[in-house]
């Protein structure tokens, strides 16, 4: 069993930041990809970075320049720092990693709870 979930969010001024955790535990091998995704009022989920185990990051064209993903293998944990939030950043944050729970079994896709940040003035 692999728990994942974030933690950071919440209601911030336009111009603000804040940075998001998501860590996992349980039966944990190995992680690949990690990523956060968001999903806004009557919108849909949309993958907002992502950082692959050697370090290679990605991000939706919105947030680049303004998000920061990173990783820390030894505590099983992602990070996404967020600056110049924008009221069209509000939306509930979902953390995804890869996770392999045994060298004899494959990896798959489990999701966090959660976190909701909110940008408004």
């Known amino acids: 069993q692999v728990h994942v979930v974030e933690s950071g969010g919440g209601l911030v001024q336009p111009g603000g930041s804040l940075t998001l955790s998501c860590t996992a535990s349980g039966s944990i091998f190995r992680i690949d990809v990690m990523g956060w995704f968001r999903q806004a009022p009557g919108k849909q989920r949309e993958l907002v970075a992502s950082?692959?185990?050697?370090?290679?990051?990605d991000y939706i064209d919105s947030v680049r320049g303004r998000f920061t993903i990173s990783r820390d293998d030894a505590k099983n944990a992602v990070y996404l720092q967020m600056n110049n939030l924008q009221p069209e950043d509000t939306a509930v944050y979902y953390c995804?990693?890869?996770?392999?729970?045994?060298?004899?079994?494959?990896?798959?896709?489990?999701w966090g709870q959660g976190t909701r940040v909110t940008v408004s003035s």
């Open positions: 950082i692959t185990s050697r370090g290679v990051r």
């Open positions: 995804n990693i890869d996770v392999k729970e045994s060298l004899y079994t494959t990896y798959f896709n489990t």
